[in-house]
């Protein structure tokens, strides 16, 4: 198997699509009260408009190509702390941080270290930025983004956002 972790390129909106709505699926299919389809219609367009425009110094695309195929993907920001983050009570807030914001791997190729090297290559992009922490957001009842998350690659739970459905 050969891989290439790489910035996501125009051309590349349709494989990131795919990877995108199999996650979905995957969600669906275990919390349906939680978790709902993305509109497939325009969705590789979309994500092919953000690959098509410049791309910012604080933003992240990744993918990993198996044998010239999208097989997974993520995407990191950089976030400088604000004017006000001497009085934040949080210790990262005033420290330059990246925040893993989507991370995906296509059912294909599941369980074959993509995640693991796209997120270590986002480590070594905010070590190179001047980070100093680096957070992701995932569903806490997950049965492979925890693990994940945890035991493979060293993070903690630190922060729960706690949810109430109003209809």
Do not use: C
């Amino acid at each position: 198997m050969r891989v290439e972790v790489r910035a996501a390129q125009p051309g590349e909106g349709a494989g990131l699509a795919e990877v995108w709505l199999e996650n979905a699926r995957y969600y669906v299919d275990l919390f349906p009260d939680d978790f709902r389809m993305p509109d497939e219609l325009g969705l590789a367009e979309s994500i092919e408009e953000r690959l098509a425009a410049s791309a910012s110094a604080s933003q992240l695309r990744l993918v990993a190509v198996v044998d010239g195929v999208v097989a997974a993907f993520v995407s990191a920001r950089l976030i400088d702390p604000d004017e006000g983050a001497a009085r934040e009570m949080l210790a990262d807030r005033v420290h330059r941080r990246v925040h893993i914001e989507a991370l995906g791997t296509a059912n294909a190729f599941q369980r074959q270290g993509l995640a693991t090297r796209l997120v270590e290559a986002v480590e070594a992009w905010a070590r190179e930025h001047g980070a100093r922490f680096i957070s992701a957001g995932t569903y806490l009842e997950s049965p492979v983004a925890i693990p994940f998350w945890e035991q493979r690659m060293g993070y903690r739970r630190r922060m729960v956002i706690i949810a109430k459905r109003l209809d």
